[in-house]
């Protein structure tokens, strides 16, 4: 069941997103040929400018405009998606399906987090084929490879362990927030009146508490002597590491709680208007 | 077994108790009409049913199970409101039942489409409000299931359409199935009824076959209701 619910999320969202990722390639297309036309040579730019200049200048800022539309059309859809389809009439025909709660909250998540992967995705692969030709491919190989070469001479370890922890970090951060927004909705349907409010409300309230607990944390490390770790030079890479891995931990914790908390009031406090 | 059971069925929305202690069975095969005046804890019932809403005390079963998974496979619910997604086409809908409805009948569905004259290409957005309740119901009709829960199902269509649906709703459903049918339009349904419940306040006033009104009352089911709930 859960696969049908991710077929009919991937359906209902994607008609949203076409125009804006096909406007999004054609720009990208037409911003890059101005950029040939106008700018041939990067090094050489010539002083009196090129009649592109306009036409290019336009083209930028329509670029540039759609990645932010892109962005916060994301950011809607995660909204909408699960308010809309979950707490408003749609919400009588989703909730009396044959289906599990966690799994009507799975499946918008799952897509929400499939569309920020695009967007991020599509937006770096675009500047990409914006920059190259005016950064070309090798200088990029070469900087890696300093880069690479730089960390193992530092710490004699390859950066690759780093790296990866610190995506499953982005990851799942992107994770608590979506599901922060998921659960102060949930907080907000309580009320019988002005849910919206309430949402916003709940949202607000949660941030204080968790930058309240980030604070109390932070106040609290250095008793386990983190700082004695920092000083000592030889453990620099150990430092970034726990400071990552433990961020992920608290993360997970929060999604956890989340996720917990989503479900339940979805599923036993289910207000629908 | 009945097909629904509800002991000491409790529901309260702060300090508003919409349903007090309900006792009630609803035994298969019949056509049940849920009738009393608005607030009277039809919907708040029919809620609990579904598993909507969960109880504040006491408990309700269908076909002996809780409200869950199994229970919402087998029990097929009009609500009140349009529930339909506004981007999709009629034929999204029969597919988007038809995925997660073990017991949907698509031939059913494109059958009843036809005979209301509703092109199934046709985007809902378009569609009037009542057409979209039309569709709605050949979408809750078109389920072999074990159990219909009709919120006001006629209020919003055309009498012509009303007969039609009355028909379909009688037509329709499998020998040992039940439909409950919430409304107060009690005149337009009278005739397909097999049992009635009065329900007011909360609390269940009457429940009896509509033989039995006509015989001991002498009166129509209609006629009944306006006397139990003047005002």
């Known amino acids: 069941m859960l696969v049908k619910l991710l077929k009919y999320e991937v359906k209902a969202t994607a008609r949203t997103f076409l125009p804006l990722y096909l406007a999004l390639v054609v720009l990208t297309i037409i911003t890059k040929l101005l950029l040939f036309i106008a700018i041939p040579d990067a090094v050489l730019v010539s002083t009196e400018g090129s009649k592109f200049d306009i036409p290019l200048g336009i083209s930028m800022t329509l670029y540039f405009t759609i990645i932010i539309a892109l962005s916060v059309l994301t950011l809607i859809v995660i909204i909408q998606r699960f308010y809309k389809n979950l707490l408003t009439d749609e919400g009588y025909l989703m909730f009396t399906l044959p289906v599990q709660t966690w799994k009507l909250i799975l499946s918008k998540l799952i897509v929400g987090l499939m569309w920020t992967f695009v967007c991020g995705v599509a937006v770096a692969v675009s500047i990409f084929i914006l920059a190259i030709g005016n950064i070309s491919v090798m200088e990029i190989t070469q900087g890696i490879n300093v880069f690479y070469s730089g960390f193992q001479n530092q710490?004699?370890?390859?950066?690759?362990?780093?790296?990866?922890?610190?995506?499953?970090?982005?990851?799942?951060?992107?994770?608590?927030?979506i599901l922060m927004i998921y659960v102060a909705i949930a907080i907000g349907q309580l009320f019988s009146q002005h849910r919206i409010m309430a949402a916003f409300g709940a949202y607000i309230s949660i941030s204080l508490v968790i930058q309240i607990l980030a604070t109390l944390l932070t106040v609290i490390i250095p008793i386990f002597g983190i700082e004695n770790l920092i000083n000592s030079q030889t453990n620099q890479l150990k430092v970034i590491e726990i400071m990552i891995n433990g961020l992920t931990l608290l993360n997970i914790i929060t999604v956890a709680a989340f996720y917990f908390i989503t479900n339940y009031i979805l599923k036993n406090r289910l207000n629908l208007e | 077994m009945p097909i629904l059971r509800a002991k000491g069925l409790t529901k309260k929305f702060g300090n508003l108790t919409a349903l007090s202690n309900l006792d009630l069975e609803i035994p298969r095969g019949r056509i049940i009409g849920l009738l009393g005046p608005n607030g009277s804890g039809k919907s708040t019932f029919i809620k609990l049913a579904t598993g909507l809403l969960v109880p504040t005390s006491g408990e309700i079963t269908i076909g002996g199970a809780a409200p869950g998974i199994e229970?919402?496979?087998?029990?097929?619910?009009?609500?009140?409101?349009?529930?339909?997604?506004?981007w999709m086409r009629a034929e999204d809908m029969i597919a988007f039942f038809g995925d997660f409805y073990e017991d949907f009948n698509r031939i059913k569905a494109d059958n009843m489409l036809r005979d209301l004259n509703i092109n199934p290409g046709d985007r809902l957005k378009t569609m009037s409000k009542g057409t979209k309740e039309k569709v709605q119901l050949v979408l809750v009709m078109s389920r072999d299931a074990e159990l219909y829960l009709l919120d006001e199902p006629i209020a919003g269509v055309d009498p012509a359409a009303r007969d039609y649906i009355l028909n379909t709703i009688i037509t329709n459903y499998k020998e040992n199935a039940s439909v409950v049918i919430s409304t107060h339009l009690i005149a337009d349904i009278e005739q397909v009824l097999d049992d009635i419940i009065f329900i007011s306040q909360g609390e269940i006033k009457l429940t009896s076959t509509v033989d039995e009104i006509r015989e001991t009352h002498n009166k129509s089911v209609d006629g009944l209701f306006r006397e139990v709930f003047k005002c």
């Open chain 1, 155 to 177: 710490f004699g370890v390859s950066p690759n362990i780093l790296i990866v922890e610190f995506i499953i970090l982005m990851i799942v951060d992107i994770v608590a927030s």
């Open chain 2, 71 to 86: 229970t919402k496979a087998m029990v097929s619910y009009l609500p009140e409101r349009t529930y339909l997604n506004d």
